[in-house]
């Protein structure tokens, strides 16, 4: 009897190897053939260069007549440093 328990045991043991063997080949099978590429999508981030720099001097006909062309895109740039949100991932 302990002998006929045994060999049901084994046949069973065998069959839950073949299963897993057949389940893990299922799995590379769908990995290799199946479609799992992404749509490819444009993704559009700005991106601020000179962050930290110091301001250039300004050459000597400019600094005579004009008001330095930097000190609005300063302000411009904490402004909008300020207004960040999820709109900006977009």
Do not use: C, H, N
Not at 43 to 61: I, K, N
């Amino acid at each position: 009897m302990i002998e006929a328990e045994r060999a049901f045991f084994m046949r069973v043991l065998k069959l839950v190897v073949i299963l897993v063997i057949l389940i893990l080949a299922g799995l590379a099978g769908y990995a290799y053939f199946g479609d799992m590429t992404s749509d490819p999508r444009e993704m559009r981030t700005p991106v601020e260069l000179d962050l930290g720099a110091p301001v250039p001097a300004l050459p000597a006909e400019a600094a005579a007549g004009t008001a330095p062309a930097t000190a609005p895109a300063a302000t411009a740039t904490a402004t909008a440093s300020t207004d960040a949100g999820q709109d900006d991932l977009d």
